[in-house]
């Protein structure tokens, strides 16, 4: 769904729902456009529903607003995708790992990670979430792999770290993680 909607040019912002029963409620998320417009949902099914229709182990839906949809692709808004070519230096990798309060959502923590990381940081994918032993009451650990990359060099570790060194104080700063690497 990301990748359709970056295709299409909208940012969508996802903000905790438990309204729907048949969704799983800590894993279920409305659909925003420009903060004001619902665009839909998107969830788990929940654990119950799923046992009780025999279904596989974790299934996700969504469900969009057609004429909500059609708005944001009418208003004349949407920029025309233009083509940036691929670099081809090569890109530099790392992880980051905190615990983070399990009320803070992961969209939030990925758009502050990406407007911290600037130009340099190309991606940023949340690779593992888990509560359980070993994680502090009220907290969940997550790890998300950042990278890096130039359009016109290889960058180095001087580059990198001052950057990646950034994003840790931006998330210990306005989200209070604790940082695990």
């Not at 808004?77 to 009320?103: C, G, H, I, N, W």
């Not at 979430?129 to 998300?144: M, N």
């Amino acid at each position: 769904m990301e990748t359709i909607f970056q295709r299409l040019g909208l940012t969508v912002d996802y903000r905790p729902e438990a309204a729907d029963p048949r969704l799983h409620p800590g894993r279920t998320a409305s659909l925003w456009v420009r903060g004001r417009l619902r665009l839909g949902t998107f969830g788990q099914l929940h654990p119950q529903l799923r046992q009780a229709k025999d279904l596989p182990e974790a299934v996700y839906l969504f469900q969009l607003d057609w004429a909500a949809l059609m708005t944001c692709l009418a208003t004349g808004r949407q920029k025309a995708v233009r083509f940036s070519p691929y670099s081809t230096y090569p890109a530099s990798d790392r992880d980051l790992a905190f615990f983070a309060p399990v009320e803070t959502p992961v969209a939030e923590l990925q758009k502050a990670i990406a407007k911290t990381g600037g130009k340099l940081l190309a991606a940023v994918t949340l690779f593992d979430d888990y509560r359980g032993e070993s994680v502090p009451e009220g907290q969940r650990s997550l790890a998300f792999r950042l990278v890096y990359r130039a359009s016109d060099r290889t960058l180095t570790d001087n580059d990198v770290e001052p950057v990646h060194q950034k994003v840790r104080a931006a998330l210990e700063k306005q989200f209070k993680v604790s940082l695990r690497s």
